[in-house]
């Protein structure tokens, strides 16, 4: 049976398709657009992904929907002329070339593209002796579409030998040489135009959606997962487990529940929720989960090995020194490998809920709370219980996240603990179930690219997307699962393209108790977020904001670059979303009012908070206090770190035998070297 077979709900199976299609025009019709869809949207995510209905016939009957509905129909009418001659080009597009045509015409496209670049750099070879795959002048761009330049050369190496020749080459040739993997970054951390870029993952893996999941590489050392080791800390047993840094976090998973793998033995405690992210790369620029107790993924690295300047294998396991070479961006060097401390394998309980939006997180004043949001029915009792649920999730629960779609009136709550047994543990999602929320997120991509999609006004776009997700988030069961599943809960991430700003916010002691975390933070943040949107929205139709806003609350960190370094009481990790199509200038002046609202948070001696961006998230061209945020980061929320920070890269150079002008000329990048003042 396949996945398709396994997910034939009666209705998918035996639907006539013209008999839904018409139904579905007569509902849009009679309830409107956003009803129908509300209501259809998982039946026809289903039907698209059984192929029972081709994509090009899903977007003739999304436009014969709003066509159908009076309202929507009279803002394509209102269009101007060039938007309707667009409109009609992009419909003739979709319908006439059907996008998986369209599709296989892009692939080719970079397949030639990669195939002409391809070229032979002498003295650059793997470990077998073969030539690095390597392209001239191949255009780089990141997954969010923020960064775009043309490397002088794209290296994309299967071994460790292959790293070491590639930096010896730069360095003969004076070249800077910066790491890609799945280019998720948004910020520029990458390389630059006429420089060196190394692909850690195949030019496919990492540039091409739908999301593929290669099995690791046994000739690759780059990849691979191997236990070295076992430590008694504090009575709890660890492993020291060596990762390959090109290994992503779908073949951890799969190895963690593998027989011939972790066996459920083993599991990270924490991680990013995406799979298709690599080690190294979520190491770099210090990424996190979730969770009061877990902090951030440098934190549990014991060892990293890298390819310093001289292009030799060097490795630091020296503790005080990992504070600074483990989230380091790469400026050390091409990092080959990471020990993690890893956790025996546990059991996350998930109860997921929706919920009303003000018994998710409720607001620290009825005041705050916008208008629009339908407070009918919410008694002070039920806030006064919803404080005290809210607080017992962070402070109990083992991870602790929630989601708010734009405008929907209830919110998604994935707040757990990981207390279940292994009899009652399962594999979430299934295999089957997994190939499904991929399918869902790509036509949530392909339906962002239907040119028509862009027309419609923005809350018409927010509300589609808010709905489709809302349709597919679990609510109401118990699902006992391995925790290194339900960290990545959610599956096909990857193929949605999205734009991000996430903040982390220090959570500040209580005004009673300053041992005692003030949770009322993470509420204003919450709700100062909501009320943005609605103002946002008011006298239009749009919104910049059209995804989902995020919060997690976490751990602090002892990584000296860490937004979240010295966090002695927790941090909330709040971040807003939205999809590339967004114009930018409405995205741009949104986030900085975000940031401005987040920014604006006292203690209660009235001292600022030192909230500090996410270092892979939106934050480039915005400012902090009236200054950019990279003046800020380097002259105020990092000013007490940053010397030291250069002070053990600089030991850790020495060590190697790397000159510390050498290691700087090789790996720095501009935005680093204007924050450290490092040149
Ligand atoms: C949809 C989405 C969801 C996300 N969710 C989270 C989340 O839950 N939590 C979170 O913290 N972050 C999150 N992120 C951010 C993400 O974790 C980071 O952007 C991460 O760096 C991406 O990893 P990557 O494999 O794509 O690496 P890339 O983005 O390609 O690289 C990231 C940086 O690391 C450097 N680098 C990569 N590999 C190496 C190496 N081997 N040696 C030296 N330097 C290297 C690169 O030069 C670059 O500076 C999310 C991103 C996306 C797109």
């Not at 929706?354 to 620290?364: G, R, T």
Request: proline share 4%; glycine share 6%; hydrophobic share 40%.
């Amino acid at each position: 049976m396949n996945h398709c077979d396994e997910h034939n709900t009666a209705t998918v199976a035996t639907t006539d398709i013209k008999q839904w299609e018409q139904q579905m025009r007569t509902a849009a019709a009679e309830h409107g657009f956003l009803d129908t869809w509300d209501k259809h949207v998982l039946e026809l995510g289903q039907l698209v992904a059984c192929k029972r209905l081709p994509t090009w016939r899903a977007v003739r009957l999304l436009l014969q929907m709003m066509q159908a509905d009076e309202t929507i129909n009279a803002h394509l009418q209102q269009a101007g002329r060039r938007q309707r001659l667009r409109i009609q080009r992009g419909l003739r597009r979709q319908i006439f070339n059907p996008s998986w045509y369209t599709r296989k015409i892009k692939k080719l496209f970079c397949q030639l593209q990669s195939k002409f670049s391809n070229t032979h750099v002498t003295g650059v070879t793997e470990a077998n002796g073969k030539p690095v795959e390597a392209h001239r002048r191949l255009r780089f761009r990141n997954w969010g579409g923020t960064v775009d330049h043309v490397p002088a050369y794209t290296f994309v190496p299967r071994s460790k030998q292959g790293v070491m020749n590639i930096v010896r080459w730069a360095k003969k040739h004076d070249k800077r040489v910066r790491v890609a993997a799945y280019r998720h970054t948004w910020t520029s951390l990458y390389g630059a135009s006429d420089e060196v870029t190394v692909s850690m993952l195949a030019l496919d893996v990492a540039e091409q959606l739908p999301a593929q999941h290669p099995d690791i590489d046994p000739e690759n050392d780059l990849q691979g997962i191997k236990i070295v080791g076992t430590l008694n800390e504090n009575g709890k047993i660890k492993a020291l487990c060596k990762i390959g840094a090109s290994t992503s976090n779908e073949q951890f998973r799969s190895w963690c529940i593998d027989a011939q793998g972790g066996n459920w033995k083993w599991t990270i405690p924490f991680n990013v929720i995406m799979v298709e992210i690599t080690y190294g790369g979520s190491n770099a620029p210090i990424c996190h989960g979730a969770g009061w107790k877990n902090e951030t993924l440098s934190d549990l690295v014991t060892e990293i090995e890298f390819v310093n300047a001289n292009g030799e294998l060097q490795t630091v396991n020296d503790p005080h020194q990992l504070k600074a070479a483990a989230g380091c961006f790469g400026l050390l060097g091409i990092v080959t490998s990471i020990t993690l401390k890893i956790d025996t394998m546990s059991y996350a309980v998930m109860q997921p809920k929706k919920k009303p939006i003000a018994l998710c997180i409720p607001p620290v004043s009825r005041d705050d709370v916008p208008q629009e949001v339908n407070m009918d029915g919410i008694s002070d009792f039920d806030l006064q219980q919803a404080q005290r649920e809210f607080e017992r999730q962070c402070e109990q629960g083992y991870y602790a996240e929630w989601f708010w779609f734009v405008f929907e009136e209830q919110g998604w709550i994935n707040c757990w603990k990981n207390n279940g047994s292994r009899e009652q543990a399962v594999d979430y999602p299934s295999p089957t179930e997994a190939w499904f929320q991929e399918i869902q997120n790509y036509v949530g991509q392909l339906i962002l690219d239907f040119d028509l999609f862009e027309l419609l006004p923005g809350d018409i776009q927010a509300r589609m997307l808010a709905k489709a997700a809302m349709a597919v988030l679990p609510s109401d069961r118990t699902i006992v699962t391995p925790l290194v599943d339900a960290l990545h809960f959610r599956r096909g991430v990857q193929n949605m393209r999205v734009l991000d700003i996430e903040l982390e916010i220090p959570i500040p002691a209580r005004e009673d108790d300053e041992t005692k975390p003030d949770w009322s933070i993470c509420q204003r943040a919450w709700w100062d977020a909501i009320r943005l949107v609605y103002e946002s929205a008011k006298g239009s139709e749009d919104t910049p904001m059209r995804l989902t806003l995020e919060m997690r609350v976490m751990g602090g960190s002892s990584i000296l670059m860490a937004p979240q370094y010295g966090n002695t009481l927790g941090t909330c990790s709040i971040e807003v979303l939205t999809h590339c199509n967004t114009p930018a200038a409405e995205w741009q002046a949104f986030k900085q009012n975000i940031l401005d609202a987040w920014t604006s948070y006292r203690d209660t001696e009235g001292n600022l908070l030192n909230a500090r961006p996410h270092w892979a998230k939106e934050w480039e061209g915005l400012t902090m206090y009236g200054e950019p945020v990279k003046k800020h980061l380097r002259d105020v929320a990092y000013v007490d770190v940053i010397p030291e920070f250069k002070k053990r890269l600089e030991q850790i150079a020495i060590a190697g035998g790397v000159d510390i002008q050498d290691m700087k000329q090789r790996f720095n990048n501009k935005l680093l070297s204007d924050i450290l003042d490092w040149h």
